[in-house]
């Protein structure tokens, strides 16, 4: 099991580059090696060196990994997994027929979906509420339930909880907070010392930044938490691949520049769209009129590289419109340097049904944007021309 290494500062920057990466002992090497090796030589029967025995169990490179992540959300431990849903499946199996959940109702589709159908035919029962709500969540909370679980922002609508507030909630009746800070990233947001129990993350995304490596990880400072979730990351064996976790270690040590530049470029094109008479609703915490502004404002660094919005035209509208752009390419997942664009509805959040989407408001024709880190007014234009398109061919249809 991995601890948190010694950081050289208390600033996240230094912390990025360093934390968990000491130079290679035997030869100086400054980047962390990586271990391709599936098993260890032992001193003597079960005397393993340094604790490493088997790589799905332990793996040098993965502890790096483990200790940068834990010291940049001030945890004081961190697993990682082969994605983000090895993470929640693993959450998920310290759970137990008649256990109980308290999750968001906006929540990416595949949490949905592993919670729905998956652990639910287990006899693990859900229940999704307004996590923006204090009251929604406080009256949701059973005695049989574990954990309340919320994304902050939120996939695809990007409401944003008051996570200190929810853990007070949650702890005065004796429950774990699990928010999953994906979309924030520690350089934005850090939930464990907000209160939460447990952060989860898809590496995959922010972290990672290059859209080249899958990856999830749990955070925590719960030392019995630590050892039930190790077990299950062993004993189920959804862990990351040493070449995987470089990549990600290689991601975080230029997280901060990124996110600087993705929160940029995002706010900057959100208060562009709001002023479009194309679009009838941009959903941005960076904006005054996001519901949850202040909320966004007080505990986050700065308010992220994601944000939807509505054309007014409609679903067709949107569809020519995501299908129309150069610089953001259509495509799932978000997080990369490269900006992309999406349809939820019918791509990553397909999997919730619709009469449910709708109920919580995740309109078909919603288009989501991940940010990327171009030139802004590349991004401006590409966007320019692609209302024109879409502009042009609803004209047609009217015809």
């Known amino acids: 099991m991995s601890t948190s290494s010694n950081a050289p500062s208390d600033r996240f920057e230094t912390r990025a580059i360093h934390a968990g990466q000491e130079p290679d002992p035997n030869n100086g090497a400054i980047m962390t090696p990586v271990y391709f090796t599936s098993t260890y030589k032992q001193d003597a029967p079960a005397q393993p060196r340094q604790g490493y025995e088997y790589s799905r169990t332990s793996n040098p490179t993965r502890t790096a990994l483990q200790d940068n992540l834990a010291s940049l959300e001030g945890g004081a431990w961190g697993l990682c997994f082969s994605s983000g849903l090895a993470a929640t499946n693993a959450l998920l199996d310290r759970l137990v027929p008649g256990d109980h959940v308290v999750a968001g109702h906006d929540l990416y589709g595949g949490t949905y979906r592993i919670f729905k159908r998956v652990f639910e035919r287990y006899g693990i029962r859900f229940t999704f509420v307004d996590t923006t709500q204090l009251a929604a969540v406080e009256a949701a909370i059973e005695p049989s339930t574990r954990y309340v679980y919320l994304e ?10 008051d996570i200190s507030a929810v853990a007070r909630v949650a702890h005065a009746k004796g429950k774990l907070l699990v928010v999953d800070n994906t979309f924030a990233t520690p350089f934005l947001q850090r939930p464990l010392e907000l209160g939460a129990d447990l952060v989860l993350h898809s590496l995959t995304k922010y972290l990672g930044g290059h859209s080249d490596v899958v990856g999830g990880a749990l955070i925590g400072n719960d030392p019995k938490l630590q050892g039930e979730l190790a077990f299950f990351q062993n004993a189920v064996g959804g862990t990351p691949g040493p070449m995987d976790a470089f990549l990600v270690l290689r991601g975080t040590k230029t997280l901060h520049l990124r996110m600087e530049r993705h929160c940029e470029n995002a706010l900057a094109l959100a208060q562009w769209l709001a002023k479009r008479p194309e679009v009838s609703n941009v959903i941005y915490p960076g904006l005054s ?7 966004a404002a007080r505990q986050m660094r700065a308010f992220g590289g994601m944000l939807s919005f509505e054309l ?13 752009t150069r610089l953001f390419t259509l495509a799932e997942s978000l997080g990369g340097v490269e900006s992309l664009i999406e349809i939820p509805a019918s791509m990553t959040h397909a999997s919730i049904p619709a009469e449910s989407r709708r109920a919580q408001g995740l309109a078909d024709g919603l288009v989501r944007l991940s940010v990327g880190v171009e030139h802004v007014d590349d991004l401006r234009d590409d966007l320019l021309q692609a209302f024109a398109k879409a502009h042009a061919r609803s004209a047609r249809a009217v015809r």
């Open 289 to 295: 009129s996001h519901p949850q502004h202040a909320i």
């Open 312 to 324: 007014a035209a409609g679903l067709e509208a949107a569809n020519t419109f995501a299908s129309s």
């Open 152 to 161: 902050t922002p939120s996939n695809p609508l990007l409401r944003v909880s």
